[in-house]
């Protein structure tokens, strides 16, 4: 076996010096260029979690009844309460590699060649990291072939493990069926425990732009009962989005005017809706028709035939990211059957709900302008 060469050694440990610096900035890169995970960040709701075979969320699903008015020597209720238990997320993972041929090290053998090098390939990979992590997030997966309307979304399988699944999309968590017979959101089963279905409006008769704001109040109004505050993030399809651009009155206040929201969500193509941002995503699923983009199902002219906006609450969401498995880098080393040197970028986490009933979505919006 040849013995590899000094300079290939010193190449190697070049290329895995420098990716490691490089860490901080593809995990803030790769977390900000993504609008609900740069959301859920600026609001606190990102968390590390040391390992364990599971994430395990808190939440409350009913009151604690002592809560009373008393006088003087009153009798104070001390009766024991039940209502808080939790809900268990399974780790999801994600990678991408980034590899670099002999042949590629030679063609650039000086320092400086190298690091360019590096540097092309790692934003290759980050953004392709940042596209897949998007269309989990937003997308998810609907069986093709699904039948009747507003069929069940997974997460997405792995391309090469098709048993390996990732983060909860929101089209799973917020169910255009909030009934819906599963036990992969939480381990906890709406169909049997109606605290955990989350809000659901058809908006299939709306047909102007009043009935279209009207309706989508309504929903954010539903949303807002309770404790623990009304929607602060509404994400939707670029049609969704753009009606309700048309729905706007000349008069009235509808750009954000908050630095941190605007810089996180990208200026004036968040608009404000009472007290949340409207954006819009160009892979946001038809769950009415069961119309996903990605896989390109349930498409007319290779667009969704319906759309759809979900309400989104940051106090009943959080992002949980395995301590040490955070858009984390692998060193570059060289594979047995191949004259190349590879190394990832991993990460490991969940997307997990503590309130389904405060999150919400508004589905089978029509896909035409609303003439009046």
């Known amino acids: 076996m040849a013995v ?26 790769i977390t900000r260029s993504n609008k609900i995970l740069g959301w859920l960040d600026s609001k606190g709701r990102m968390r590390s979690q040391d390992g364990g075979e599971r994430v395990r969320v808190p939440l409350m699903y009913a009151l604690n009844n002592t809560a009373d008015v008393y006088s003087g020597y009153g009798l104070l209720d001390t009766t024991p309460q039940d209502g808080i238990t939790s809900a268990f997320y399974t780790w999801s993972q994600i990678s991408g590699s980034i590899t670099i041929s002999r042949l590629e090290e030679r063609q650039n053998s000086g320092k400086a060649q190298a690091l360019n090098l590096l540097q092309a390939k790692t934003t290759q990979t980050m953004n ?18 699904a039948s009747g309307a507003a069929g069940q979304f997974d997460a997405r399988v792995g391309r090469m493990d098709s048993g390996a699944k990732a983060v909860l999309p929101l089209s799973a968590l917020i169910d255009a069926t909030p009934s819906r017979s599963r036990t992969d959101i939480g381990n906890i089963n709406p169909n049997t425990y109606s605290f955990w279905q989350n809000q659901a409006t058809n908006l299939s008769t709306v047909t ?99 759309d759809t906006v979900y309400f989104l609450n940051s106090e009943c969401m959080e992002w949980v990211y395995d301590a040490e498995t955070n858009f984390i880098t692998t060193p570059m080393v060289r594979p047995e059957n191949q004259d190349a040197r590879t190394g990832q970028i991993l990460w490991m986490g969940v997307i997990g709900v503590n309130n389904r009933r405060k999150l919400g979505v508004g589905y089978n919006i029509q896909h035409t302008p609303f003439t009046s």
């Open 4 to 29: 590899p060469s000094t300079l290939s050694d010193a190449y190697g440990a070049l290329l895995t010096t420098t990716l490691r610096a490089v860490e901080p900035m593809l995990r803030d890169n």
């Open 128 to 145: 392709s990291v940042k596209q897949l992590l998007n269309n989990c997030i937003v997308a998810g997966r609907i069986t093709s072939g």
């Open 208 to 306: 102007t732009y009043a009935g279209y704001k009207f309706n989508l109040t309504h929903l954010y109004n539903n949303c807002s009962r309770g404790v623990m505050g009304p929607p602060d993030l509404l994400v939707g399809s670029q049609v969704a989005w753009e009606q309700y651009w048309g729905a706007l009155n000349v008069n009235e206040r509808y750009y954000l005017t908050d630095k941190t929201t605007v810089d996180i969500l990208g200026g004036s193509s968040a608009l404000a809706f009472r007290d949340a941002a409207f954006i819009w995503d160009e892979v946001c699923p038809d769950p009415g028709t069961n119309g996903e983009i990605n896989d390109a199902i349930g498409l007319s002219a290779g667009d969704i035939q319906k």
